[in-house]
């Protein structure tokens, strides 16, 4: 079935420290890997993606990798800022089934100054 | 870039009422649009998929005559609460894709908060 999950539920830094946060999806057919960051009350805003023809992307102080073989992607915060404090979606598409979107349960990312 | 713009952001019903939500979008063609609902403190759950001109799949225990879904164009796909109930207050969102299999983008609409008294 669909599945995703993710690693840790909560997470917390201290301001400069890395944050990783880890996800595994269930479908071989996934083929795009985005991740979102929730503040309350709003919809989700992506920050960065990944599709399955490449290993990492990398976008200033975000960067994502992906494994296919193991079915994990992992995202990377270096130099954490407390505006970086929110909850954080990994997703995975399932292409098979009219290209949905699956969630993983979220994690809440506190960075402490 | 692509923009989802979704209606109303807040809306607080009474309890046997109607509630309809809509999502546009505003310069593209969305030929799918994904309806999730979330929880507080909790993640997004899809509630069903529609695909323009097409009748929407539900997943798995989501009840298709409660939650009507429309999507009669390719800008425009509305949610319905009927007969809404104190258990259905939640965060519902809606999320279009443009294009062909190979068009990747997902925009999410910002969200409509239901309450219901």
């Known amino acids: 079935g669909e599945n995703v999950e993710q690693h840790p539920s909560t997470l917390s830094v201290q301001e400069g420290d890395s944050a990783v946060i880890k996800c595994t999806y269930s479908d071989s057919a996934s083929n795009y890997f985005p991740w979102y960051k929730q503040e309350l009350g709003k919809g989700p805003q992506l920050i960065i993606d990944i599709r399955s023809n490449v290993g990492e992307k990398k976008d200033q102080r975000i960067a994502v990798t992906l494994n296919k073989t193991a079915k994990h992607f992992s995202l990377h915060i270096t130099e954490t800022q407390p505006e970086d404090s929110a909850v954080y979606f990994c997703?995975?598409?399932?292409?098979?089934?009219?290209?949905?979107?699956?969630f993983g349960q979220g994690t809440e990312l506190s960075v402490k100054p | 870039g692509a923009v989802v713009s979704q209606h109303p952001s807040r809306v607080i019903c009474k309890s046997g009422t109607s509630v309809k939500i809509e999502c546009r979008s505003l310069d593209f063609q969305a030929t799918t649009m994904f309806w999730y609902r979330q929880f507080p403190k909790q993640s997004l759950m899809l509630m069903a998929t529609s695909n323009e001109g097409s009748k929407a799949t539900y997943e798995q225990g989501v009840e298709k005559d409660k939650f009507l879904i429309n999507h009669a164009s390719l800008t425009l796909s509305t949610l319905t609460v009927t007969s809404a109930h104190p258990e259905d207050s939640s965060f519902y969102i809606c999320?279009?894709?443009?294009?062909?299999?190979?068009?990747?983008?997902?925009?999410f609409g910002s969200g409509t908060r239901l309450t219901v008294v």
């Open positions: 997703a995975a598409s399932y292409p098979n089934q009219g290209g949905k979107l699956i």
């Open positions: 999320s279009a894709r443009e294009g062909q299999p190979f068009n990747y983008g997902y925009t």
